[in-house]
């Protein structure tokens, strides 16, 4: 199978504008992220799909692969989709932009998803990791997952799922990394989709899958790093670096 890592990095995020532009050790965290991508080796393209001529020239005045969105985009989804829309690819993996400790096992273990027979009825996979921190569980920037027993996604939140109403259970948390895989033609139908109802509501994009009959077949992994959402969370990235 012929495979693709799409970064989606736009400027002005919402919680941290810039974000990816600032500096981590020596640095912007938009390098960490693509240069940890190419590094996995697992990538027939590694390619930033960007609104930000900042974030442009940064990746190719270093070597790097980039392309210029031509519309606005509701979600890094539409980013992406557009990016892949005339590539000849059959996966299409997602990397967060805000994810600058990108590693080769877990995006190689979310790749398997898509081989053999079983592989043949994933259409979109997703990686999550379990979550202990009782300020996380409760903290709304941290997205959790509730699954079935074949790790298939069942909801997605920023609320604690599942609530703990009984204190004779102790429920496993996971939270939900946003690093994505897709067929190329499930990520190009998503595009054609409106945004749904709970996706609106929670403000987490792969709800629209959900809202449409597509489950998430969810990856456990250990710990990927930081993720930053916040200025909290590029303190912490500095730490763990």
Same mark, same amino acid.
């Given at each position: 199978m012929k495979? @693709? @890592?799409l970064i989606?990095? %736009?400027y002005d995020a919402t919680r941290f504008p810039g974000k990816l532009m600032q500096l981590l050790g020596n640095k912007p965290v938009i390098r960490h992220t693509y240069d940890n991508t190419v590094a996995t080796g697992l990538f027939d393209e590694v390619i930033v799909a960007?609104? /930000?001529? &900042? &974030?442009?020239d940064e990746i190719t005045r270093h070597g790097g692969k980039a392309v210029m969105s031509k519309k606005l985009h509701e979600s890094g989804s539409d980013r992406i989709a557009e990016a892949v829309a005339d590539i000849d690819v059959q996966i299409v993996v997602n990397v967060q932009g805000d994810e600058p400790f990108v590693k080769r096992a877990p995006l190689e273990k979310l790749l398997q998803v898509f081989e053999g027979e079983a592989g043949q009825n994933v259409q979109v996979a997703s990686l999550m990791q379990v979550l202990t921190n009782e300020q996380f569980i409760a903290d709304p920037n941290y997205v959790k997952v509730a699954v079935d027993k +074949?790790? +298939? /996604?069942?909801f997605f939140s %920023? /609320?604690?799922i599942p609530y703990p109403r009984s204190k004779d259970v102790a429920p496993v948390y996971y939270e939900h990394i946003g690093v994505y895989a897709f067929r190329k033609q499930a990520l190009l139908n998503f595009t054609n989709w409106p945004m749904t109802p709970l996706e609106a509501a929670e403000k987490i994009e792969c709800l629209r899958y959900l809202e449409n009959g597509i489950p998430l077949k969810m990856v456990v992994v250990d710990y990927m790093g930081v993720e930053i959402d916040t200025p909290e969370d590029l303190k %912490? !990235? !500095?730490?763990y670096l």
């Open positions: 495979t @693709a @890592a989606p990095a %736009r960007t609104d /930000s001529t &900042i &974030i442009f +074949n790790g +298939n /996604s069942l %920023r /609320s604690v %912490r !990235a !500095a730490q």
